[in-house]
């Protein structure tokens, strides 16, 4: 007798995950490989999360606080939102799983962009609700005009995902735009429409007119804030993310939370990330400096970017190689190095490259410059 499955799970498309590097190691015979695939933090993980995890290891026995109480009482100090607006997730992934699972059923639809993370229509087709997707612009940002058109002419449209600044296109939408289309969507279905705001990589954003996820919150009451340890913290191994909603809302969302859903590692250590400052400042430094580096390599060599507020550039391979992402992604695992090819977004002949250390950054344009000389023969 065959198993009949769901026909939105028969057709689901699962995530493609960053190569590992022991992976790469095994097939290629490369000793030596640096991973800029990911988004991970090169300087590895907060020394006092390192530190508080160490001292937690001799309770690892004990199941850990399912309220995640320390956690959330200190991401509401330094948010400035009640400990009741904060919720846990297995890295702000399951977050977005959470408020799917809280606000739909099979049927309903989400409205994201082409190009957005691909968390979200997977998260999305798991529970049996489709996405509905509005086109880029031709600058690879966000067109909020054509979004809020699909939530007005389709009534079964309860979610809406932005992730500002975007990944992989790195791309953003400016405080004016946001703060109209919010505006607009809140007048939809009597503010039914709820709108997901995802700032993973805000510590990273420098540009001015990128808005304050906590202050577009508090004006508007269909709207929650995804965050992240994963990134600038350097914990994407602990998966450890949370939301700021509120507090009705949180309620519900609770209630479709797993017990015990971040472990107890993840709690002390994400609490104690919290407190590195000078961690923080060094990371937000290197990866300045590392921007700067690369976006000058990449101009040199006529390789075309996307201007990015992130810890990545994403570049064009087709002009500045003459090949598809996914062929020199895979003729730079043969030197050692891993990207991201981005084809699954729809996006095949770009590469998302995570901006590394310096020394990480030299073995990148060693590799970029092996492929350009090869063109060039």
Known sequence: MSIQFPSYI??????IAGKPIEETQREYGVKRVIKLASNENPLGPSPKAVAAIKKSMKDLQLYPDASGYRL?????????????????????????????RSFCVPGDFMVASDGV????????????????FSRMTQDFRFDLPAMLELIRSN?????????????????????????????????????SV???????????????????????????SNVSVLKTFSKIYGLGGLRVGYGIMRPDLAKYVQKVRMPFNVSGPGLVGAEAAL?????????????????????????DLE?????????FLLINT??????????????????????????NYGLPDWLRVTVGTSSQNRVAQKAFLSLKKHKNR
């Open 275 to 299: 407190g590195d400052k000078e961690f923080i400042k060094k990371s937000i430094r290197i990866n300045r400096e590392g921007l700067k580096t690369m976006k000058k390599f990449f101009t």
């Open 72 to 100: 959330r009482h200190a991401l509401s100090k330094l948010e400035k939102v009640s400990f009741d607006e904060i919720v846990l997730g297995n890295g702000s992934n399951e977050v977005i799983e959470l408020l799917i």
């Open 117 to 132: 993370f691909a968390a979200y229509p997977i998260s999305a087709r798991i529970q049996g609700v489709d996405t509905l």
């Open 155 to 191: 009534p079964r449209v309860k979610l809406v995902a932005i992730p500002n600044p975007n990944n992989p296109t790195g791309t953003y939408v400016t405080e004016r735009e946001l703060t109209v289309f919010l505006s607009e969507v809140e007048k939809v279905r009597d503010g």
């Open 10 to 15: 028969e057709q689901l498309k699962p995530y």
């Open 303 to 311: 390789i075309p970017f996307l201007p990015s507020q992130g810890n």
């Open 318 to 343: 087709r002009q500045g190689f003459g090949m598809s992402g996914p062929e020199v992604f895979e003729a730079c695992l043969r030197l050692g190095v891993i990207f991201r090819p981005v084809a």
């Open 194 to 220: 709820h709108v997901i705001l995802d700032y993973a990589y805000w510590e990273y954003v420098n540009a001015k007119d990128l808005p304050d996820p906590v202050a577009l919150y508090r004006r508007f």
